[in-house]
């Protein structure tokens, strides 16, 4: 996409300044030593400051060690170990390259990024060469250029002409540099070669034939994604990138070679053929399937979500999402909850106005006693719907209110106690992880990829207590039970000593651990192994909890504890705002349960009453993620049919209700947040944590002997949109790990 | 407009030449690039090295770093293609990927890029024909084609009796004794494998060899021109006939 503008820039700068001359008007001609005077007297303007391009950064590990070379003939400082290409970004030229990736190891074999540098007898390939001191680099000289044109021959040789029928056209890198660097003939007249196309799954859709042989897939699969899947198979022109036996790319980081690859060998398969890049309007939004809350870009065309994409987030996502986040839009479109409904006295559900049917539900409302009023928030609700929910309730006399997945007794006095403390980017820092209780490769595949970047690059030893578990990097597993972390508290295990001696030990405990009945013994042993292996300083809090749902954090931010844990056994008024994981079996028959929701999950086959709601693609909703980020998503389709916004469906409830809460307007009802948690209204901010597990009181729970077991048993169906999804169900038909 | 002609009048000289090529792309590998499930190829059906092979690989192991166990890729692959009778299964690939301790797909990159693993089924015999430029010159064609035509199959087939297969190979370094075969003998396993060089031939000769192996005989290698030894002329030595006259050197007794 920046390549499009590299285009541009290319041909601008290809113009020749020299033939531009000044026009000397006649007065200065009559007068020609003082015109002539006045031309050369003024000195040349300084040239523009050269911005750094492409995304890149400069970072000075050791100032002294900065050294400088020349682009063009621009003098730039560099620190020591950068390339001639990223000198050249850093300088604010941008090298065409397509095997060259910055997150990916250096691969220097499709010898587009060539650059004329001095005293060099060749053109030299920028990608792979260490910059050294006063290097004089030439990008924009005839060699270069010949150079550029010449390997975009090579590689067009080869390519079949499918721009027509290929999903890539019009984000294509090779379609883009083609046209800013190759020429406009070529001179081949052979037969082209054709490769067989590969199934690697539902997911990524392979047209070997337009593979370039960059190898950006084979190296994102081995050190991102950590399978060893995909390889370069034959030699020569017979190359053929493949897994060579019938293996299907089972990595919950799939999705991301479709953005890599930067021609159509490996595009998206839900998204074949429905849509051109240049028809699609892109809304910058969060991810809810899970509590990293990776930036997305929704694409859509007109009311429909086309595809999902990752946006750059140096902090979170980096530039992956999960398949997940990926490919669950297509559930947006089913299973959709578009009109008010009530179950009638047959059991069958009509649709109503929604006058009808808040008046039901207000007149409910006002039936039952105070303590009989249950609210549950879901997985996937901001924090305005959470704020309206509880407040509403409140008003109706009942403080029972929590979100799925804080589980029972919940304690939401200290942030430390639910948040990943030391930041996703901050798990780089760490050398010694403990995981305890929590299989990040499905709960958070993004934190996961995180760790495993720690790991490959400093060789960070991280430690496993739970159920055996098929983790990407090397591990060493511990044991499947709370006996494991009392031997490590008491260092009668090995592996106390390693976090005794590690320099910023993490300990990343599961979100599954709120829902066992033992959580506080188990947090007070883990809080003792903190204290031991010095886990919480004022430089460093290593002391994270990795959470399920995207709701959990800002719930817990706002309060939404209940007041008794077993309310729902004497609940006469149920209200669930989009939550279909709540178990409802000791529910009595005749309790009402209201559902506000915006998929036919399973919440509904209880409910009396349905109220439709948005999904996180048509409202503008903030959400905190597991480290505390705050971020908001946008709108960017309409939503189905008559359905609203949660939190002005509970604001016209509490109108009819009578208890009428007083916010109007989104502003309103963050100014309202703002007065239980401030921090939630400074977007794209992580509020880090202050004070620490030390103020908790002494825990005398007893832990029970029961091993911790997978908290996500299908990666691909956790909620109501990843369940209602036709492509997560192949996915989970075809790819769940056995 | 002429530099079209001239590549049609290329192209038509090109196929005059060799009629049977109608191969774009060369590829010398017998095998695809990816593989395919037979009943006697296929990733569940267990392969190991044999005992005396477990000793070679450790022996073959040692020449490397212990933290480099990869680089043994080669030679390891090239043992469990002589015990297999000449081509490697994906399980024998799988079982040198578990001794190196590396990803299978990292084994099937170096098997796929060399021509010589035969990832495809070969005769007991696999005869290989060199087919460079001064071999060719020399007639390598015509050992081709009568090789071809004597076993009845076509290049990179295997006789019916599975004893027989021929390949074209690249330059082995007999140019001086062109034309030459060479037979890669899989026929006792990775012990009585040998890889003999057979110059000098003649199209009968050559089948002559290949009888020769089919009555299980081992014919002797090298030049199969009696009138010469080695790769000296026919008819002896010209030049060289006596010791090589020293190179003046000063009285060394002097002073």
Redesign the interface.
């Given at each position: 996409m920046t390549l499009g503008q590299l285009a541009s820039r290319a041909l601008r700068t290809s113009r020749p300044s020299s033939l531009i001359r000044t026009i000397i008007s006649t007065p200065d001609l009559n007068t020609s030593s003082a015109g002539a005077a006045a031309v050369s007297d003024a000195p040349p303007p300084p040239p523009p400051d050269r911005t750094p391009v492409g995304g890149a950064r400069v970072h000075f590990t050791n100032p002294d060690d900065a050294i400088e070379v020349f682009v063009d003939g621009f003098p730039v400082k560099i620190p020591k170990g950068m390339t001639v290409l990223q000198a050249c970004e850093v300088a604010g030229v941008d090298i065409p390259r397509f095997c060259y990736h910055s997150r990916l190891s250096i691969a220097g074999n499709c010898r587009m990024c060539l650059v004329e540098v001095e005293k060099s007898p060749k053109p030299v390939a920028s990608c792979a060469m260490p910059a050294l001191p006063g290097m004089k680099i030439k990008t924009d000289t005839p060699i270069a250029k010949k150079a550029r044109e010449g390997v975009m021959e090579f590689l067009l040789m080869n390519h079949p002409l499918d721009c027509p029928i290929c999903d890539q056209g019009g984000e294509c890198d090779l379609q883009d540099q083609s046209m800013a660097f190759g020429s406009d003939r070529g001179?081949f007249?052979?037969?082209k070669?054709s490769v067989?196309d590969?199934n690697l799954g539902p997911l990524v859709k392979t047209v070997m034939t337009r593979c370039i042989q960059c190898t950006r897939c084979v190296r994102f699969a081995t050190e991102v994604a950590g399978v060893?899947?995909?390889?370069?198979?034959?030699?020569?022109?017979?190359?053929?990138i493949?897994?060579?036996?019938?293996k299907l790319m089972t990595s919950e980081l799939s999705g991301n070679v479709i953005d890599i690859c930067p021609v159509g060998a490996l595009t998206s398969k839900p998204f074949a053929f429905k849509a051109r890049n240049w028809e699609l309007k892109g809304t910058e939004s969060i991810d809810v399937t899970d509590a990293v809350g990776s930036n997305i870009r929704i694409d859509s065309r007109g009311p429909e979500v086309m595809r999902i994409v990752p946006r750059l987030n140096e902090d979170i996502n980096e530039e992956w999402i999960s398949d997940k986040t990926r490919f669950c839009y297509d559930g947006l479109k089913r299973q959709r909850l578009n009109d008010p409904m009530i179950r009638g006295a047959d059991g069958r559900f009509m649709t109503v106005s929604w006058r009808d049917a808040l008046s039901v539900v207000a007149e409910a409302f006002h039936q039952v006693k105070p303590k009989e009023i249950v609210g549950v928030a879901g997985k996937l609700s901001d924090a305005e719907s959470m704020i309206a929910l509880k407040d509403l309730l409140n008003r109706m006399g009942s403080n029972n209110v929590w979100c799925e997945g804080n589980g029972l007794n919940v304690n939401a006095d200290l942030r430390s106690g639910y948040l990943l403390n030391s930041g996703i980017s901050g798990l780089e820092n760490a050398d010694v992880f403990l995981l305890v209780g929590t299989q990040p490769r499905v709960e958070a595949a993004i934190v996961n990829a995180r760790i495993r970047k720690t790991v490959r690059a400093t060789q960070a030893k991280v430690g496993y207590v739970g159920p055996a578990a098929n983790l990407n990097y090397d591990h060493q597993h511990l044991g499947t039970g709370p006996e494991a972390l009392t031997e490590i508290a008491e260092g009668r295990h090995p592996f106390s000593s390693l976090l005794k001696n590690a320099k910023n030990p993490a300990i990343i405990v599961g979100a599954g651990i709120f829902e066992r009945k033992d959580k506080d013994a188990i947090f007070s042993v883990v809080e003792a192994i903190a204290k031991q292996g010095n886990v919480i300083r004022p430089d460093w809090n290593g002391l994270n909890i990795l959470l399920l749902n995207a709701a959990q954090a800002a719930a817990l931010d706002l309060g939404l504890v209940p007041e008794s844990d077993n309310s729902l056994e004497t609940a006469k008024f149920v209200y669930l705002m989009g939550a279909d994981d709540v178990n409802l079996e000791k529910l009595s028959s005749d309790a009402f349960v209201v559902y506000q929701g915006h998929h036919g999950d399973r919440g509904v086959y209880r409910a009396n009453v349905i109220l439709p709601a948005a999904a996180f693609s048509e409202k503008e909703g903030i959400y905190v993620n597991t480290e505390g980020c705050v971020q908001q998503t946008l709108p960017a389709v309409p939503t189905v049919g008559d359905a609203r916004e949660d939190w002005k469906i509970i604001r016209a409830l509490s109108e009819v209700a009578g208890v009428r809460l007083p916010y109007d307007s989104v502003d309103a009802v963050r100014s309202r947040m703002s007065t239980v948690a401030p921090h939630l209204l400074n977007l794209d901010e992580r509020e880090p944590t202050t004070f620490t597990a030390e103020l908790k009181p002494e825990c005398s729970e007893k832990m029970s002997k029961d091993p911790f077991a997978n908290v996500v048993d299908n990666f691909y169906m956790t909620d109501a949109i990843t369940r209602a999804s036709k492509i997560m169900a192949q996915c989970s038909a075809l790819l769940s790990k056995k | 407009m002429l530099r079209r002609l001239a590549t049609q009048r290329l192209a038509q000289i090109r196929h005059a030449f060799n009629p049977n090529s109608q191969t774009t792309s060369r590829c010398f590998s017998t095998a695809l690039n990816y593989h395919i499930d037979t009943p006697d190829n296929k990733t569940d059906l267990p392969w190991e090295f044999s005992a005396k092979n477990q000793e070679k690989v450790k022996e073959i192991l040692s020449h490397y770093p212990s933290n480099y166990k990869q680089s043994a890729v080669i030679p390891l692959l090239d043992l469990a293609q002589q015990q297999h009778g000449g081509w490697l299964p994906v399980s024998a690939m799988n079982a040198v990927a578990k001794v190196i301790e590396v990803a299978p797909i990292r084994v099937y990159e170096v098997a796929t890029f060399y021509s010589m693993f035969n990832r495809a089924k070969v005769g007991k015999y696999h005869l290989l024909v060199c087919g460079t430029t001064p071999c060719m010159i020399r007639g390598s064609r015509d050992i081709e084609s009568a090789l071809l035509k004597h076993l009845g199959v076509k290049r990179n087939e295997v006789t019916k009796d599975g004893l027989f297969s021929v390949g074209e190979m690249e330059c082995m370094g007999s140019c001086v004794n062109a034309p030459m075969i060479t037979v890669a003998d899989y026929s006792n396993g990775s012990e009585g494998y040998t890889y003999n060089y057979y110059e000098d031939v003649t199209p009968q000769r050559v089948v002559e060899i290949v009888e020769a192996f089919r009555r299980g005989e081992k014919p002797p290698r090298g030049t199969q021109n009696a009138k010469r030894i080695n790769s000296g002329p026919e008819g002896g030595n010209t030049t060289l006939l006596g010791e090589p006259k020293p190179p003046s050197c000063r009285d060394l007794d002097a002073c």
């Open positions: 001179r007249t052979e037969m070669r067989v590969k060893q899947d995909l390889g370069m198979l034959g030699r020569g022109s017979g190359e053929e493949g897994t060579y036996v019938e | -």
